[in-house]
């Protein structure tokens, strides 16, 4: 009862917001996954950080002994198509977490944005107006997320939580619990949810939009003064309140800028597999905050990169993908993702 | 109070040759120091003087690495403050650590609730206990509120009802009238006189010399680390302890002559008459090219002055101008926009981004100096951040190094360098020079000097007096709000300002 103050706070950012302390850090603590900053960044890399790459090394290797057809460009375009949507979401909620915000919203408002795309299309809107309306709806639910978020009054995981909720009442009550099940247009740009169906140089056309978000999000997190304030905001609020950091308006900015990921992510999958309905992404939520932290993004902010959260998506899609050609059943995907989201953070604590 | 009729020996607590060495400084030196039952003993000097480290050390947070301390003739061989605690000794801090949602009850009885059968805790008992014990102190608390709703002296009152539940016999109370007004205060004082009545052994630690004067029957005073004196109160004066906290180095004024401040200037930053809830009829200015120290002790308005400047607090009546233009920042965007750049006192929380780069720290306050069309650019931010680590001689592997890395008086001029990137005509620093070593301190007096000589007004805000004297033009001393003096540093010294700053306006006015 007589310890210090500081001893008492220490020992509870140390459990807790690891990435707040003051503590010895291993070398090369500087954020990492924000890939080289010049030749001597990349001898700082942590080589814990490439974790999840060493294990899908081994798990490829263990997979193609029990079967032939795991290596090939057919599977591989495979893995790629299922693991985009998840991964444009991840991208959003990786920028999230860094700046120690998240969004629970996402499958509801991914449904949503291809609900109202769906429903605009089933009465013949053209399609670049039902795309525009789809992703401008979950952007607006983004928008509305930052705006309470800013506020401070409650935590994001309860604001989004509450919206995520809101979203599922309101996507059924727009579709009467019946999905829409012509996509049109969106269908032939994305859909084929086999590979070699709709090929866009040399690739499935849904890895575009993904791999373009990568990059974005890689440049946002890298070279806009956004990104920036999304780190100091994760890494110390006060700190960037007292830099002059305008943190409400930074949040919004955010949560605005999930929202239109989110949109995006509503468009591919709802195109992938041509239909529209309130159960489209269940689970995105959670699987891209586990994908996030698989890739070493902090859960309490200051922390990550598009590559990292990159390599979590990848690991993803891989095990969900070796383990069906290995003759399990789906049952054990969920097993061996469940254990690996926990060792992830475990990796992760070890190495501060 | 040798005869407390209890027939038990007279000596509590009984310390020899305690001392403590941490990294780089000796914090005790060999330390004699006896309490008796029912004995008042109050612990005086300066930050930094040991007297936290002495009663850390009692209360077995820090185990000394030398002598031994007794407790009822017994030494004490294991330190942890669990075990000094179920010995009975108990020490309530200015902020106590309760159990916010817990009620007081819980919080008195924590780990030792009445139970019926041992199972379930008999509620009703356990409140009417605690409301014994309260009223037994004459502590005016609803036992079954949670102490979240209580107020910081009610929340030292409960700590103190949880030590006396416990039946400690030996207390520290660790400047416990800093969040008190006058008339908590003289409840406080009623209480520990109360206390020592009972028999109970108190270590009464406080800067405050008319409380240490009204309460104490024996006073200890320690200067860096080493025991100066014990007398009875009654033989001592309140100068003569301010001497005996001062020493005989003469603290001189290392101030360079200051050419550029010129009397006639308009300041670049001035008080007139402001009033806050903690600040009242403030009154001063600072010139350009002039360094300011505003001292006194915790609480007495130098922390609330710089945040009414960073816009975190507002006047209620006055004006604060600066060069001349009424200022009334409503945060501190608008702040360091007009002008101002404060350097808060606790770098790790409130200043810097830990897990970031020195770069990216440095850079954050002035992103735009940094973008090129919209995109930052991130060798201007590495040529930007590698000259102020050379200018300010930051030791650091290289400017991508996490700041979380880098000791305290590198951090703290990582922080100076954020000021200078903001390119603030005003600087206010708060404590900058504390806890970071001697060294660094120099290297952070000649870096503020060096801001001055540009043309800066630079205020400092701290405590700590003889660092201050050491690199100031001007001293502000504070005490209880208000604006006690306002002298140049060559013209004062070391014990005249602590003589100021020191007294109780709490018991003054009790």
């Not at chain 1, 954020?31 to 798990?59: C, E, H, Y």
């Not at chain 1, 006060?238 to 943190?247: D, H, K, Q, T």
């Not at chain 1, 992938?272 to 902010?301: D, H, K, R, W, Y």
């Not at chain 2, 902020?95 to 609730?113: A, I, Y």
């Amino acid at each position: 009862m007589s310890t210090g103050t500081e001893g008492m706070k220490s020992l509870a950012t140390d459990g807790l917001v690891g990435a707040t302390t003051a503590g010895p850090a291993l070398s090369g603590g500087a954020p990492n996954g924000k890939g080289r900053q010049g030749a001597a960044r990349s001898r700082n890399v942590d080589v814990f950080t490439l974790w999840p790459i060493a294990v899908m090394v081994l798990i490829i290797i263990a997979t193609s002994f029990t079967s032939s057809r795991f290596l090939s460009v057919f599977n591989f375009e495979n893995i790629l198509s299922q693991a985009a949507p998840l991964g444009i979401v991840t991208m959003g909620q990786c920028i999230l977490l860094i700046s120690g915000g998240l969004d629970l919203s996402v499958g509801y408002n991914i449904s949503f944005a291809s609900i109202i795309t769906g429903l605009l299309l089933e009465h013949n809107a053209p399609l670049g107006v039902a795309v525009l309306a789809g992703i401008f709806a979950a952007t607006a639910v983004g928008f509305v997320n930052g705006v309470l978020a800013a506020q401070g009054r409650a935590h994001p995981f309860i604001i989004t939580l509450g919206m995520s909720i809101f979203l599922f009442g309101l996507d059924t009550q727009l579709t009467g619990g019946a999905p829409v099940n012509n996509m049109k247009g969106l269908y032939s740009a994305f859909g084929g949810y086999m590979p070699g169906g709709f090929p866009f140089f040399g690739l499935p056309s849904v890895t575009w939009p993904f791999l373009i978000v990568v990059l974005l999000t890689y440049g946002f997190l890298r070279w806009a003064p956004l990104g920036r304030r999304a780190y100091a905001i994760g890494g110390n609020e006060a700190a960037a309140y007292l830099s002059g950091i305008p943190v409400k308006r930074t949040k919004i900015y955010l949560y605005t800028l999930m929202g239109a990921l989110v949109g995006i992510t509503g468009m591919v999958l709802s195109g992938q597999i041509n239909e529209a309905s309130f159960n489209l992404a269940q689970n995105f939520e959670l699987q891209s905050i586990a994908c996030a932290v698989i890739g070493g993004t902090a859960l309490f902010g200051g922390r990550g990169g598009a590559f990292r959260s990159l390599q979590g998506v990848a690991l993803w899609g891989l095990v969900q993908n070796s383990i069906l050609f290995i003759g399990f059943s789906s049952n054990y995907q969920q097993m061996s993702l469940g254990v690996i989201i926990i060792l992830a953070v475990m990796v992760t604590r070890v190495q501060r | 109070m040798s005869d407390n009729g209890t027939g038990a020996p007279p000596v509590l607590l009984y310390a020899e040759h305690v001392s403590k060495h941490f990294p780089g400084v000796q914090a005790l030196r060999d330390v004699d120091f006896t309490l008796e039952r029912g004995e008042v003993h109050a612990l005086v000097g300066q930050n930094g003087a040991g007297k936290s480290t002495l009663v850390k050390c009692i209360s077995g947070v820090h185990p000394p690495d030398g002598g031994r301390i007794l407790l009822d003739g017994r030494e004490i061989t294991t330190y942890t403050p669990k075990h000094a605690f179920d010995l009975g000794i108990a020490v309530v801090h200015q902020r106590p650590q309760l159990l916010p949602w817990l009620s007081v009850t819980e919080n008195v009885m924590l780990g030792k609730l009445p139970a019926r059968k041992g199972l379930m805790i008999d509620r009703r008992k356990a409140d009417e206990l605690t409301r014994d014990l309260l009223a037994r102190f004459r502590l005016d608390i609803d036992p079954e509120v949670p102490v979240a709703y209580l107020s910081a002296p009610d929340r030292q009152q409960v700590a103190i009802a949880k030590a006396l539940y416990r039946n400690a016999k030996l207390l520290i109370l660790d400047e416990p009238t800093a969040a008190l007004d006058a008339q908590r205060s003289a409840q406080l004082f009623a209480l520990v006189e109360d206390l020592a009545q009972q028999g109970v052994g108190i270590i009464y630690v406080s800067h405050h010399l008319e409380e240490v004067f009204r309460l104490a029957h024996r006073v200890t005073v320690l200067r860096d680390g080493e025991l100066v004196s014990t007398q009875p109160a009654s033989e001592l004066s309140q100068d003569e302890v301010v001497t005996l906290m001062a020493g005989h180095r003469i603290t001189g004024s290392v101030v360079a002559e200051s050419a550029a401040v010129s009397e006639e200037a308009v300041p670049a930053l001035e008080f007139s008459h402001v009033e806050t809830t903690l600040l009242h009829d403030v009154d001063f200015g600072v010139r350009q090219g002039e360094v300011v120290g505003v001292v006194g002790l915790i609480g007495a308005g130098g922390h609330d002055l710089a945040q009414v400047l960073f816009g975190l607090d507002r006047p209620t009546s006055g004006r604060v101008a600066l060069q001349g233009r009424t200022y009334q920042p409503q945060g501190p965007k608008q702040a360091i926009a007009q002008g101002i750049f404060l350097v808060p006192e606790d770098p790790a929380r409130d200043g810097l981004v830990p897990v970031l780069s020195v770069a990216q720290n440095v850079t954050l306050v002035s992103l735009k100096a940094v973008t090129r069309r919209g995109l930052l650019s991130l060798r201007r931010e590495r040529e930007v951040a590698e000259h102020y680590v050379g200018e300010l001689s930051i030791a650091t592997a290289s400017v991508n190094t996490a700041v979380r890395n880098l000791s305290g008086g590198n951090q703290q001029k990582v922080l100076l360098a954020k000021a200078l990137t903001s390119k603030a005509e005003v600087l206010v620093l708060e404590e900058p020079t504390q806890g970071v070593d001697v060294h660094a301190k120099a290297e952070i007096h000649r870096i503020v000097r060096d801001l001055a000589s540009r043309g800066k007004a630079v205020m400092v805000v701290s405590t700590d007096i003889r660092d201050l004297l050491q690199f100031v033009d001007r001293m502000v001393a504070l005490r209880a709000g208000r604006v006690v003096a306002d002298v140049p540093a060559r013209s004062t010294s070391y014990a005249q300002i602590l003589d100021l700053t020191v007294g109780s306006v709490a018991v003054a006015s009790a």
